[in-house]
């Protein structure tokens, strides 16, 4: 048996590693399949040898009988709450208080964005994950390690040397933006429930007393400080945080210590203004005394720390009032309520219009006309009305509120509606008959990562569809200088510009074109499968059902799309005519040997000067290159442009050529 004792050490080994580039680096070392194959055959070997199964295999991570309830567990130490700065004043105040305190004329500071979302307490015992508590009081918690465990960026043992014989390891449980947009999405679909935001959704995830729910969570971890601790440490927090790093725990990536309080500041500042470009919420920044020593003798004050402060970015959630309701048609049909505002500074903007998303969202609000709401803003996710506050207060708001009408016909067109089954989206069946939705139609088209018609914004496109000058996609390319000239404001040279443009656009790919038709599910990717997949229109076109679900990233509800759209008689019509107009790509070569690139995985991250990510990307893909979202030993080069950061890092260790957008420039042009 010490053959399968061996095998199961190293697939375990293997597993971490690989879940650890994936969840830490954000970079894959192997693919999918091959991380699911050892999962299995460890699977195998502790089925067949159920005395070698540890609670810390990775197998373990989900358990299979749900809880009655949670066990209460006492703090060994006390998890102290934060003390909050709201202003730059209060942050001076306090570094002064540190200061006079310590009898020093200056400190450093370690600076870490405050995630908004769940804090825990983890205890490893031997380096093994061995219990999970919510912060609850401060004092004791509930015991969720059944939930934890499941959490894929938690190590269930520790990696390394030196690891203490108890270690006790606190941080946030938080659910990226991305993750939460698409389970609210889901549950919207689907007509359930919705989270307000995602330190609730959070926060109700680590609370489901069965964890394989939470196992299909987008929970992720980040550790912040240690609690009880035997064995032996650095002296400074950031050092101990890069110690934890070390051993396999997740820390911020954004930490950095510095000196001085005005460094604070200018840290808080920049911060600030990325807040939005980060994948998750945070509410702040924290700053803390990095030396252990002066925390020590700074102590703390009944339940914060006084070496610690929280200073608090403007507020995500704030009360305005509901104006009004109007429905919108968008491309698809779907009729949408969007919220009209009482003006209000949310996180840094002045909102004045929130989506409702449907009518079963309105429903599950209770929301009326005039109520007082909580309004949301978060990213660049379009701003959500998540509660509404009862008016105890103000009877004349009671008075005038009243219940949002959905419309019974397309407020556009007048035409009927139509929820299909299961769906909680209610559309506009008139299809391009509809103006509102040939609008978006032809918006859509037109936009950048489409068909990039470039001066055809969305106010042109209004006019040209009133003044019906355009109907349908392929009426765009028969636009003259004589019937734009009945447009307002559209001078002989802005005419030429746009004519020219038009002109210009027929010269594209095909993945474009599959996407600037705007079938539904269809996004840029689905329609570079395709493209891919396919390599001409025509084989789209002849393909069946099963057929189109043998592409990556076609499931049957696309597929189902897919061939909807290709079976209208009138969508092949506009395809003919479109053709007609003189639209046309360049062959697809289906031998990927093709082009001085061939052969080569590119990564391009950070932000470039010249083109944006996407472009830069098919220019390397025009050259035979593949291109792809993480770097992996499978990297041949990486593109680093301004701001990029793990993806550098990890080519660095990987030692993977890396080049600055002047290199690529150069390489574009040469090749
Ligand atoms: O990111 C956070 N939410 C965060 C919370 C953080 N980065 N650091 C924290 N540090 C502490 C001390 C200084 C007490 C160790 C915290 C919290 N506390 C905290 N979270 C919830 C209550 C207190």
């Given at each position: ?21 994936y ?13 699911d194959?050892?999962?299995r ?6 089925a067949?040898y159920?005395?070698?199964?540890t ?25 102290l709450?934060?003390d ?19 009898g ?10 405050k995630?908004?979302g ?6 490893y ?10 912060r ?12 934890v ?7 269930l043992s ?8 108890y ?10 933006r991305?993750?939460?947009?698409k389970?609210?999405?889901r549950?919207r ?14 926060a ?6 069965d964890?394989r729910?939470?196992?299909k969570?987008?929970?992720?971890f ?5 609690g009880?601790?035997e ?5 400074f ?5 890069h110690?934890?790093h070390?051993?396999?725990l997740?820390?911020s990536?954004?930490?950095?210590t ?21 994948p ?20 703390f004050?009944s ?25 919108q048609?968008g491309?698809?049909?779907a ?9 209000v ?11 409702l998303?449907n009518a079963?969202?309105i429903?599950?609000l ?8 909580i309004?949301r803003?978060?990213g660049?996710?379009?701003p ?45 069946v ?15 088209f ?5 068909m ?21 996609l392929?009426e765009?390319?028969?636009l ?9 404001r ?15 656009a027929k ?21 570079r499968?395709?493209?891919?997949h ?16 043998g ?10 799309h ?5 079976a ?9 005519k ?14 990927s040997?093709d082009?001085?690139?061939a ?39 990486v ?11 990890k080519?660095?260790a990987?030692g ?16």
């Amino acid at each position: 048996m010490t053959a399968e004792v061996e095998e199961i050490a190293a697939l375990r080994d293997r597993l971490q590693t690989w879940s650890a580039a994936y969840f830490e680096q954000d970079s894959p070392l192997v693919p999918d399949a091959d991380y699911d194959a050892a999962m299995r055959r460890l699977e195998e070997l502790e089925a067949r040898y159920p005395k070698l199964r540890t609670s810390d295999s990775p197998t373990q991570r989900v358990g299979s009988t749900p809880l009655n309830a949670f066990d209460t567990v006492a703090h060994r130490m006390p998890m102290l709450s934060l003390d909050n700065a709201f202003s730059g004043e209060e942050l001076v105040d306090f570094d002064r208080r540190v200061l006079d305190r310590l009898g020093q004329s200056a400190t450093d500071y370690c600076c870490e964005p405050k995630l908004d979302g769940v804090a825990v307490s983890l205890i490893y015992r031997h380096g093994v994950l061995v219990q999970a508590a919510t912060r609850g009081d401060g004092a004791s918690g509930e015991d969720v390690t059944a939930n934890v465990k499941t959490i894929r960026n938690v190590p269930l043992s520790l990696q390394g040397t030196q690891v203490p014989s108890y270690l006790e390891v606190r941080g946030e449980v938080v659910i990226p933006r991305a993750g939460f947009e698409k389970l609210n999405a889901r549950a919207r679909a689907g007509g359930q429930k919705v989270f307000v935001n995602p330190r609730n959704a959070a926060a109700g995830s680590l609370r489901q007393l069965d964890s394989r729910i939470t196992s299909k969570r987008p929970l992720v971890f980040t550790a912040y400080a240690v609690g009880v601790v035997e064995g032996d440490l650095p002296d400074f927090h950031d050092a101990t945080l890069h110690q934890l790093h070390d051993w396999g725990l997740p820390i911020s990536e954004h930490m950095k210590t510095v000196t001085g309080i005005h460094a604070c500041e200018s840290y808080y500042e920049s911060l600030a203004k990325r807040r939005d470009d980060l994948p998750f919420d945070i509410d702040g920044i924290v700053f803390k005394v990095n030396g252990l020593a002066e925390q020590q003798r700074l102590g703390f004050v009944s339940r914060a720390p006084r070496w610690a402060i929280a200073r608090k970015f403007p507020a995500q959630e704030v009360t305005t009032r509901l104006l009004d309701v109007d429905f919108q048609v968008g491309r698809t049909g779907a009729i949408t309520p969007v919220a009209r505002l009482e003006p209000v500074f949310v996180a840094g903007v002045t909102v004045s219009n929130a989506t409702l998303h449907n009518a079963d969202e309105i429903h599950r609000l209770g929301v009326r006309i005039g109520d007082s709401v909580i309004v949301r803003r978060a990213g660049d996710v379009i701003p959500q009305i998540v509660s509404v506050l009862p008016d105890s207060d103000s009877g004349a708001a009671q008075r005038v509120a009243h219940d949002i009408i959905f419309p019974s016909r397309c407020p556009d067109c007048g035409g009927p509606l139509e929820r299909e089954d299961g769906e909680a989206v209610i559309r506009c069946v008139g299809g391009m008959t509809c103006r509102a939705q040939s609008k978006g139609v032809i918006k859509h088209f037109a936009s950048r990562k489409a068909m990039d018609i470039d001066g055809l914004g969305d106010k042109l496109i209004d006019q040209l569809v009133d003044e019906g000058l355009v109907g349908s996609l392929e009426e765009l390319f028969h636009l003259n200088q004589q019937s734009l000239s009945s447009l307002d404001r559209m001078g002989v040279k802005s005419s030429a510009n746009l004519l020219r443009a038009i002109e210009q656009a027929k010269d594209t790919t095909l993945p474009r074109f599959i996407y600037a038709l705007g079938i539904r599910e269809v996004g840029e990717a689905t329609a570079r499968a395709l493209a891919e997949h396919f390599l001409t229109l025509e084989a789209i076109l002849r393909a069946d059902g099963e057929i189109l679900e043998g592409v990556d990233d076609v499931g049957p509800v696309v597929a189902q799309h897919i061939l909807r759209f290709t079976a209208d008689k009138g969508n092949c019509g506009v395809l003919e005519k479109l053709l007609d107009a003189g639209v046309r790509w360049p062959e697809i070569s289906a031998a990927s040997g093709d082009g001085p690139l061939a052969g080569t995985t590119w990564v391009v991250t950070g932000k470039l000067d010249s083109m944006g990510r996407s472009d830069a990307e098919a220019r390397l893909r025009a050259l035979g290159a593949k291109t792809a979202n993480s770097v992996s030993s499978q990297t041949t080069s990486v593109v680093a442009g301004v701001g990029a950061g793990s993806k550098r890092k990890k080519a660095e260790a990987l030692g993977i050529a890396i080049l600055d957008e002047t290199a690529l420039l150069e390489l574009l042009e040469e090749t």
